[in-house]
């Protein structure tokens, strides 16, 4: 079963700055269809708040920190992101949250899929029964 994981990157450390990377199928295990990232989130807000039924992503924070709120039928991960060298695997069949976004904060996130609208269970009660069916 895939589970819910924090993956570190590589971090290369230079007195000129810093860099990191991410290959597909090497530091993440799916292939990257997607990219998108979120921000000027106002304080308070929160995103996200579904479930994929296929997509697979990598959520990081590129800048500031936010938390990912996961549950998967069962229990309830919650990562705090706040360095842009390590991100957290969201496999598919998992309610995902991000909140507590702090001022200028960016999160990057690559998916497994294209865009589908009907890859989105948005409601609570269907993910739960199919979490547990
Ligand atoms: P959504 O995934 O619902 O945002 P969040 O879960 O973070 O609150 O996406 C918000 C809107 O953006 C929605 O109308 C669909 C659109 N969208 C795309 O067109 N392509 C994409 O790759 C993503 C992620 C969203």
Redesign the pocket.
């Known amino acids: 079963m895939k589970i819910p994981e924090r993956i570190d990157l590589p971090k290369i450390l230079d007195d000129r700055g810093n860099l990191t990377f991410v290959q597909q199928n090497k530091h993440i295990p799916f292939r990257i269809k997607?990219v998108?990232w979120?921000y000027d989130v106002p304080g308070g807000e929160?995103?996200?708040?579904?479930a994929f039924r296929t997509t697979e992503e990598f959520v990081a924070a590129l800048s500031g920190s936010f938390d990912v709120v996961l549950h998967d039928g069962r229990k309830e991960y919650r990562f705090s992101l706040n360095r842009s060298y390590y991100g957290i695997y969201v496999p598919n069949k998992i309610w995902?949250k991000?909140e507590n976004f702090s001022t200028n904060s960016l999160a990057l996130?690559l998916?497994s899929t294209?865009?589908d609208?009907k890859d989105?269970i948005?409601d609570f009660s269907e993910f739960i029964k199919g979490a547990m069916g």
Do not use: E, N
């Open positions: 997607r998108y979120i929160f995103r996200g708040s579904h995902r991000l996130i998916a294209d865009y609208d989105y948005r």
